[in-house]
């Protein structure tokens, strides 16, 4: 079992740049595919990025190419989402997922953190 924590969220104006962090416990993260979700108010939550445990792979949703790079560092533990020329209908909780391959299940999520874009 894996246990995540996301950080860096905030209020950013649209254009700006935000970094999110996700953080694991356990010495097995390595073995663990990463994905990056977020629901926006009264909207289903929606895939952003994922990454595989390797760091090998990566998949990203239209919205997000060309914005967002998702990557980690198995050495800390941490998967990264850079979001940038952020849009105020990115606005929404941002959460991470562990699976056990990069298509999922995601069966282990974080609480989630706030990313709000002003216009």
């Known amino acids: 079992q894996v246990q995540l924590v996301e950080t860096g969220g905030g209020l950013v104006q649209a254009g700006g740049s935000l970094k999110l962090s996700c953080t694991a416990s356990?010495?097995?993260?390595?073995?663990?595919?990463i994905g990056w979700f977020r629901r926006a108010p009264e909207k289903e939550r929606e895939f952003v990025a994922a990454?595989?445990?390797?760091?090998?792979?990566?998949f990203s949703a239209d919205s997000a190419k060309g914005r967002f790079t998702i990557s980690r560092d198995n050495a800390k533990n941490t998967v990264y989402l850079q979001m940038n020329s952020l849009k105020p209908e990115d606005t929404a909780v941002y959460s991470c997922?562990?699976?056990?391959?990069?298509?999922?299940?995601?069966?282990?999520w974080g609480q989630g953190t706030q990313v709000t874009v002003s216009s």
């Open positions: 990454i595989a445990g390797s760091g090998g792979s990566t």
């Open positions: 997922a562990a699976a056990m391959s990069l298509g999922g299940p995601y069966n282990y």
């Open positions: 356990g010495r097995t993260f390595g073995s663990y595919a």
